[in-house]
């Protein structure tokens, strides 16, 4: 005898929704690291780039990874959201590539959650 159709469709579901992955219990214990910086440009060519860089160096020192930006209409100011377990040594990875960009030298990070 088969199960029904809708048992088969569900049971990932049901899987996904109470099973308890490995990667979930890091992303659920990691905390926000944010970069604000004053942009100054609506082409967001080279911050995608700096984003690319943030996001080796901390898969590279095993410190986080990248979770996202925002920036605003005019282009002024641009923020990049980043998580981590350990945000000291993240921020820390980061800082050196942060200081090579012009518009990112004096960036302000914070830790947000």
Known sequence: MKPPLLILRCLPV???????PTW???LAKSDQVVIVMDYGSVDLTR????EDELD?????TNSGELDGD???LD?????IYMKSVNT????????PVLQKHDF?????????R
């Open 75 to 79: 282009g002024r100011q641009a923020s």
């Open 70 to 72: 925002e920036v605003t």
């Open 56 to 60: 080796v160096i901390a898969k590279q």
């Open 88 to 95: 000291d040594r993240l921020i820390k990875a980061v800082r």
């Open 14 to 20: 049901v899987l996904l929704v109470f099973a308890n």
């Open 47 to 50: 911050l995608h780039q700096l």
């Open 104 to 112: 990112s030298r004096d960036a302000r990070i914070s830790l947000g």
């Open 24 to 26: 979930a219990n890091s």
